[in-house]
């Protein structure tokens, strides 16, 4: 089972609002990554869990703040967004047990900012 | 400092003809290189990896590519275009110790009836 399950799959929320994207995985990998991906756009990278730490952090506005409650689920808490972060949000996991590993994606959530 | 370039942002092929999607990297050490396809409003899949070893490397729906250290290369390809092919496809590097993939910028394959 090669699977990582994102919530919601749409979002829309207000410049003021407080929201979560949350992702789960349940393949014991113990790295897991937010990527944010603009239309007709690579994915970019936005944070790095591993073991449950944070170890990057691509430079991310502290609108968005990262939470690894354990080490199968993923959370992306958002507030005070610009329109301009409207976007698709990637979670990813990998077993970060060697190098080369596989980083297994997502469906994604969709993010609209009014 | 690692990188990946994919020449042609957009390929056209006829259904049945044979699919090449370039990818070119760099890298200061050993590259480890992957294709992820997207079909439309998903997530990425992997479609093949290259770690070690043989430098042939076969993937899913068909698809393969050969790396090719003296081209600093990564080719993709099919031999016989199908109709569920039509997708963005993302050539991605990640080097030795570090888990964070770069990726191309990305092709877009249209296959044509």
């Known amino acids: 089972d090669t699977e990582v399950t994102q919530t919601p799959k749409h979002l829309v929320m207000g410049m003021t609002n407080k929201k979560s994207l949350k992702c789960e995985q349940h393949?014991?990998?113990?790295?897991m990554y937010w990527y944010k991906q603009k239309a007709k756009k690579p994915p970019e990278l936005m944070f790095v869990?591993?073991?449950?730490?944070?170890?990057i952090n691509e430079s991310v506005p502290s609108r968005f703040s990262p939470e690894c409650p354990n080490s199968s689920l993923l959370n992306l808490h958002l507030h005070a967004l610009q329109p301009e972060d409207s976007a698709l949000y990637l979670c990813?996991?990998?077993?970060?047990?060697?190098?080369?590993?596989?980083?297994?994606f997502g469906e994604g959530s969709w993010l609209t900012v009014v | 400092a690692q990188s990946v370039t994919q020449l042609g942002s957009h390929v056209s092929v006829s259904e049945g003809a044979l699919v090449l999607l370039r990818c070119n990297y760099s890298?200061?050490?050993?590259?480890?290189l992957f294709w992820y396809v997207q079909y439309p409003n998903q997530g990425l899949q992997l479609l093949l990896k290259?770690?070690?070893?043989?430098?042939l490397v076969k993937g899913i729906n068909g698809f393969e590519a050969e790396f090719k250290k003296s081209e600093t290369s990564f080719h993709l390809t099919k031999p016989s275009a199908h109709m569920s092919d039509a997708a963005e496809y993302f050539c991605?590097?990640?080097?030795?110790?570090?888990?964070?993939?770069?990726f191309g910028t990305g092709t877009r394959l249209t296959i044509i009836p």
């Open positions: 990813a996991s990998s077993p970060a047990d060697r190098v080369g590993n596989t980083i297994y």
């Open positions: 393949m014991g990998h113990r790295a």
């Open positions: 869990y591993s073991y449950e730490k944070l170890s």
């Open positions: 890298s200061s050490v050993p590259p480890y």
């Open positions: 290259y770690t070690t070893g043989a430098t």
């Open positions: 991605a590097v990640s080097n030795f110790g570090n888990e964070k993939l770069t």
